[in-house]
């Protein structure tokens, strides 16, 4: 078998888009009867990878091969005749058409120029036994289950001819028996020489599942190998990094003197978000926040922000106890928030720099005090030098910025409000090295100045490096908080690991 | 390196409205003419003016909508609602000052109306304010009772009709609207907001704006300056008409907008251009007009004005243009 090219190799695949490289240089192949798990955190180039495979976006660089010949998927159509298929998250199927119509969507057999529903029928019926489903051919699709819809797009795909079925996280919304049901038919599929490629955040589900691994990290592959042979630990490793690639030396200072309470958040939690927690943020401390994603990370700052409003818990900033019902409320009470997408919510793509710098504290002044244009200009000009954001000047729209400079201004914009505790989503994902060290270090003097900070990375060194604690969530909880003395990376990785083990 | 200087955003609308009147002045060497009747300015450019204002007032309502990435379709009915209001108001012999009061305190009614579903609700604009439009009419219907109501109220009727220092009321009405929205949203920090939520709401609220309040502060404005466009028509005719005041000028105000170079996806906020706009669209009518078209032939060839106008301010033309003009620096 592994003399025979592989149904489908990418070769030295790079995509950049405005700011960030998406894939850089990638390798990826897929061979027959091989059910290959495409791993890695969010925005490490999955999706772009098989957007890329399956026609959806051209590549900039690199070599597609089918059956080691080279080849140009460069619609989905195209791709879908080579043999390339994709059920996608969003399971792309009908619900308002029967089943039959679904499986036999744009190859629907014809008689005399019109549809032939009844061969329709049972074509479809007879895919749909190969993955030993029996449905109701002319219910409409959408009465059925995700789980249900989910086979019926894989049916299409076979029926079509798929060589191979690209399964992007397709066990997000089912239950353990419609997992396994899944499984089974993926099996099956492999078993008869299709390549399988199995996208999903669940571990244990790719340890069930897969032959071998590929592992894709900040748009590069950092590794591929057997299942088998690669240890749970290691996984994680691979897909959260070990941090910078120049080695962060500088030693924190051991008299790190701790501040007075900046703001502590006692119980706070949500029904079906985040279980309750207690978090405490001291002045002139970063407490750092690990897990993969889904962990519940994100959900907890947002609960900390306001964002989110909790049901149960206390929330005390600056000795006060305060009720945060929204953003406003939290951003009055003197804490920020720099959120992990910075497109969808952080810049305003289409105003200026100085407009998105202004912007918090203008609106914690109030519509009614406008911050003077010079005041506003003055403000932007000192955090672009402070922050070494580099532009021209601050008329430019901050939507031309690379990655690291909208996140620079991001952050300027959150210091220019003055507040007492710092919340950053994964400040230093998606952005150049150069950028990443600006960060860092701005994030270090934030903390020596005074500020409590709460920071989310996958960047584990970086964590271990400027945090005084690190809580560690799984599973939509805290399940450890780490002392600045028993702190490292393998401390945080055995955590998150020694949990995603007994889910 | 070669670098593309891109135009600044009023250049396009702004020539547009050039345009058009340059074409006017071609084919009507008087166009541009002014004359002092009885102490009144009359020729084509006041005339589209005055016949250009309660459009431009509902423009300048729209304006804001359209800049929070919502729309309004309920104006042509809030100024029927607001014309029915005033006229019964008249008729029953309240004063014109009273008569413009409960006008304008129906059109807010209205507006606010559409900013909580909209901004507390979260329904979707189009799908909000199509209530309204829809249900407006019935409610115009309702206040006159079916009748074209009419009074006799001469400071009323001024309203439409009268001049001051030689400039006839709906155009001082109109620029005195437009001069204060200007410095309101400019000399707040509201302009700022508005365009933020335009550009991306979720962020928005994370900034910490007050995105429902200003949502719904959006959407009354429109309320009120349609009413206020109600007011005028109403004046105008001296009686209220429910089945016709306002009747299809909901594209007019969205079209007038967006030749002012809004952009329906939000973020755009210019009551300056949006007077463009409102000039421009009203010069296309009387132009057509004046050339002595038949009336059926008027709305293609308007439709045709717009759409060669809105082509040329394409993004996308203009990108292709910037585009080969590199490449041919660059050859």
Same mark, same amino acid.
């Given at each position: 078998?592994?003399?025979?090219?592989?149904?489908?190799?990418?070769?030295?695949?790079?995509?950049?888009?405005?700011?960030?490289?998406?894939?850089?240089?990638?390798?990826?192949?897929?061979?027959?009867?091989?059910?290959?798990?495409?791993?890695?955190?969010?925005?490490?180039?999955?999706?772009?990878?098989?957007?890329?495979?399956?026609?959806?976006?051209?590549?900039?660089?690199?070599?597609?091969?089918?059956?080691?010949?080279?080849?140009?998927?460069?619609? =989905?159509?195209?791709?879908? +005749?080579?043999?390339?298929?994709?059920?996608?998250?969003?399971?792309?199927?009908?619900?308002?058409?029967?089943?039959?119509?679904?499986?036999?969507?744009?190859?629907?057999?014809?008689?005399?120029?019109?549809?032939?529903?009844?061969?329709?029928?049972?074509?479809?019926?007879?895919?749909?036994?190969?993955?030993?489903?029996?449905?109701?051919?002319?219910?409409?699709?959408?009465?059925?289950?995700?789980?249900?819809?989910?086979?019926?797009?894989?049916?299409?795909?076979?029926?079509?001819?798929?060589?191979?079925?690209?399964?992007?996280?397709?066990?997000?919304?089912?239950?353990?028996?419609?997992?396994?049901?899944?499984?089974?038919?993926?099996?099956?599929?492999?078993?008869?020489?299709?390549?399988?490629?199995?996208?999903?955040?669940?571990?244990?589900?790719?340890?069930?599942?897969?032959?071998?691994?590929?592992?894709?990290?900040?748009?590069?592959?950092?590794?591929?190998?057997?299942? +088998?042979?690669?240890?749970?630990?290691?996984?994680?490793?691979?897909?959260?990094?070990?941090?910078?690639?120049?080695?962060?030396?500088?030693?924190?200072?051991?008299?790190?003197?701790?501040?007075?309470?900046?703001?502590?958040?006692?119980?706070?939690?949500?029904?079906?978000?985040?279980?309750?927690?207690?978090?405490?943020?001291?002045?002139?401390?970063?407490?750092?926040?690990?897990?993969?994603?889904?962990?519940?990370? =994100?959900?907890?700052?947002?609960?900390?922000?306001?964002?989110?409003?909790?049901?149960?818990?206390?929330?005390?900033?600056?000795?006060?106890?305060?009720?945060?019902?929204?953003?406003?409320?939290?951003?009055?009470?003197?804490?920020?928030?720099?959120?992990?997408?910075?497109?969808?919510?952080?810049?305003?793509?289409?105003?200026?720099?100085?407009?998105?710098?202004?912007?918090?504290?203008?609106?914690?002044?109030?519509?009614?005090?406008?911050?003077?244009?010079?005041?506003?200009?003055?403000?932007?000009?000192?955090?672009?030098?402070?922050?070494?954001?580099?532009?021209?000047?601050?008329?430019?729209?901050?939507?031309?910025?690379?990655?690291?400079?909208?996140?620079?201004?991001?952050?300027?914009?959150?210091?220019?409000?003055?507040?007492?505790?710092?919340?950053?989503?994964?400040?230093?994902?998606?952005?150049?090295?150069?950028?990443?060290?600006?960060?860092?270090?701005?994030?270090?003097?934030?903390?020596?100045?005074?500020?409590?900070?709460?920071?989310?990375?996958?960047?584990?060194?970086?964590?271990?490096?400027?945090?005084?604690?690190?809580?560690?969530?799984?599973?939509?909880?805290?399940?450890?908080?780490?002392?600045?003395?028993?702190?490292?990376?393998?401390?945080?990785?055995?955590?998150?690991?020694?949990?995603?083990?007994?889910? | 390196?070669?670098?593309?200087?891109?135009?600044?955003?009023?250049?396009?609308?702004?020539?547009?409205?050039?345009?058009?009147?340059?074409?006017?002045?071609?084919?009507?060497?008087?166009?541009?003419?002014?004359?002092?009747?009885?102490?009144?300015?009359?020729?084509?450019?006041?005339?589209?003016?005055?016949?250009?204002?309660?459009?431009?007032?509902?423009?300048?309502?729209?304006?804001?909508?359209?800049?929070?990435?919502?729309?309004?379709?309920?104006?042509?009915?809030? *100024?029927?609602?607001?014309?029915? #209001?005033?006229?019964?108001?008249?008729?029953?012999?309240?004063?014109?000052?009273?008569?413009?009061?409960?006008?304008?305190?129906?059109?807010?009614?209205?507006?606010?109306?559409?900013?909580?579903?909209?901004?507390?609700?979260?329904?979707?604009?189009? !799908?909000?304010?199509?209530?309204? *439009?829809?249900?407006?009419?019935?409610?115009?219907?309702?206040?006159?009772?079916?009748?074209?109501?009419?009074?006799? $109220?001469?400071?009323?009727?001024?309203?439409?009709?009268?001049?001051?220092?030689?400039?006839?009321?709906?155009?001082?009405?109109?620029?005195?609207?437009?001069?204060?929205?200007?410095?309101?949203?400019?000399?707040?920090?509201?302009?700022?907001? #508005?365009?933020?939520?335009? !550009?991306?709401?979720?962020?928005?609220?994370?900034?910490?704006?007050?995105?429902?309040?200003?949502?719904?502060?959006?959407?009354?404005?429109?309320?009120?300056?349609?009413?206020?466009?109600?007011?005028?028509?109403?004046?105008?005719?001296?009686?209220? $008409?429910?089945?016709?005041?306002?009747?299809?000028?909901?594209?007019?105000?969205?079209?007038?907008?967006?030749?002012?170079?809004?952009?329906?996806?939000?973020?755009?906020?210019?009551?300056?251009?949006?007077?463009?706009?409102?000039?421009?669209?009203?010069?296309?009518?009387?132009?057509?007009?004046?050339?002595?078209?038949?009336?059926? *032939?008027?709305?293609?060839?308007?439709?045709?004005?717009?759409?060669?106008?809105?082509?040329?301010?394409?993004?996308?033309?203009?990108?292709?243009?910037?585009?080969?003009?590199?490449?041919?620096?660059?050859?």
């Amino acid at each position: 078998m592994s003399d025979a090219p592989p149904l489908l190799e990418a070769r030295g695949i790079t995509k950049a888009y405005p700011g960030t490289v998406a894939l850089d240089d990638v390798n990826f192949a897929v061979r027959a009867g091989e059910i290959h798990a495409l791993m890695g955190e969010n925005g490490a180039g999955k999706s772009t990878l098989i957007k890329i495979l399956t026609g959806a976006v051209r590549r900039d660089f690199g070599a597609i091969l089918i059956d080691g010949r080279p080849a140009e998927p460069d619609s =989905t159509p195209r791709a879908q +005749q080579a043999g390339i298929w994709a059920v996608h998250q969003e399971v792309m199927v009908l619900p308002n058409l029967s089943v039959a119509e679904n499986v036999m969507l744009g190859c629907q057999p014809r008689r005399f120029g019109l549809v032939d529903r009844r061969k329709t029928r049972r074509l479809a019926n007879q895919a749909l036994a190969e993955l030993g489903l029996s449905l109701d051919m002319d219910r409409e699709l959408g009465s059925f289950p995700v789980a249900i819809r989910q086979l019926v797009a894989i049916a299409r795909a076979v029926r079509a001819n798929a060589r191979v079925l690209v399964l992007d996280e397709p066990t997000a919304s089912l239950d353990a028996p419609e997992v396994e049901r899944l499984f089974d038919v993926v099996r099956a599929l492999a078993s008869r020489g299709t390549g399988i490629v199995f996208i999903t955040h669940f571990l244990d589900q790719v340890y069930a599942l897969s032959d071998r691994i590929t592992v894709l990290r900040n748009g590069k592959a950092v590794g591929s190998s057997r299942t +088998q042979e690669l240890p749970q630990v290691d996984l994680i490793h691979m897909m959260i990094g070990k941090g910078l690639e120049q080695a962060i030396e500088r030693e924190r200072p051991a008299n790190a003197k701790k501040g007075n309470v900046a703001a502590s958040f006692v119980g706070l939690g949500k029904t079906g978000l985040v279980e309750p927690f207690d978090i405490t943020l001291h002045a002139g401390e970063a407490v750092g926040a690990a897990g993969l994603l889904g962990s519940g990370r =994100t959900e907890t700052a947002m609960l900390m922000f306001g964002a989110e409003r909790a049901d149960t818990g206390s929330v005390e900033i600056d000795g006060k106890p305060r009720r945060l019902r929204s953003p406003r409320d939290a951003i009055r009470a003197g804490l920020a928030f720099s959120p992990e997408d910075r497109k969808a919510d952080g810049i305003f793509g289409d105003l200026s720099i100085r407009d998105n710098i202004a912007i918090v504290l203008q609106s914690k002044r109030g519509w009614a005090r406008k911050l003077s244009r010079r005041k506003q200009q003055r403000l932007a000009d000192e955090y672009i030098a402070r922050l070494n954001v580099k532009t021209p000047d601050a008329d430019k729209p901050i939507g031309q910025l690379s990655g690291g400079n909208q996140q620079k201004a991001l952050l300027a914009r959150w210091l220019a409000s003055d507040p007492k505790v710092l919340i950053l989503d994964e400040p230093t994902r998606g952005i150049d090295v150069g950028a990443h060290a600006d960060i860092v270090k701005a994030i270090e003097e934030l903390r020596d100045s005074g500020l409590a900070l709460y920071v989310i990375s996958s960047e584990l060194e970086e964590l271990v490096a400027y945090s005084e604690r690190v809580s560690v969530m799984r599973d939509r909880r805290q399940v450890a908080l780490l002392e600045r003395d028993e702190l490292s990376v393998d401390r945080i990785v055995a955590a998150i690991a020694a949990s995603s083990g007994d889910r | 390196m070669i670098k593309a200087r891109s135009l600044p955003g009023w250049a396009p609308p702004v020539a547009a409205m050039l345009v058009v009147l340059l074409i006017n002045t071609v084919l009507f060497p008087s166009f541009f003419q002014l004359r002092l009747v009885d102490g009144r300015l009359t020729g084509s450019l006041v005339d589209v003016l005055i016949r250009g204002a309660p459009v431009a007032l509902l423009a300048l309502g729209m304006a804001g909508v359209i800049a929070t990435r919502g729309i309004d379709l309920s104006v042509g009915a809030v *100024m029927a609602i607001a014309g029915a #209001v005033a006229a019964n108001a008249l008729a029953g012999g309240a004063s014109w000052t009273s008569a413009i009061v409960y006008a304008l305190a129906a059109g807010l009614a209205c507006g606010l109306w559409n900013g909580m579903l909209v901004g507390f609700l979260k329904l979707q604009p189009i !799908v909000a304010t199509l209530v309204l *439009m829809v249900a407006g009419r019935g409610i115009a219907q309702l206040i006159t009772g079916g009748q074209i109501t009419t009074f006799d $109220d001469a400071p009323f009727a001024a309203l439409a009709g009268g001049t001051l220092l030689t400039i006839p009321a709906p155009i001082l009405i109109v620029a005195t609207i437009a001069v204060l929205l200007t410095l309101l949203v400019r000399s707040t920090a509201l302009g700022l907001m #508005v365009e933020a939520i335009g !550009v991306n709401p979720r962020a928005a609220e994370l900034v910490g704006i007050n995105t429902r309040s200003i949502v719904v502060a959006v959407y009354a404005l429109s309320g009120v300056t349609a009413a206020l466009a109600g007011i005028i028509a109403t004046a105008d005719i001296k009686g209220a $008409d429910a089945n016709n005041a306002g009747l299809w000028l909901e594209p007019d105000a969205i079209l007038v907008v967006v030749l002012g170079g809004g952009s329906l996806l939000g973020g755009r906020l210019s009551y300056g251009l949006t007077i463009v706009g409102a000039i421009t669209l009203q010069a296309i009518k009387t132009g057509i007009l004046l050339a002595g078209f038949p009336p059926q *032939m008027g709305l293609i060839l308007m439709a045709v004005m717009v759409s060669i106008l809105l082509v040329v301010q394409a993004p996308a033309l203009q990108q292709w243009l910037q585009h080969r003009a590199l490449r041919r620096a660059a050859s």
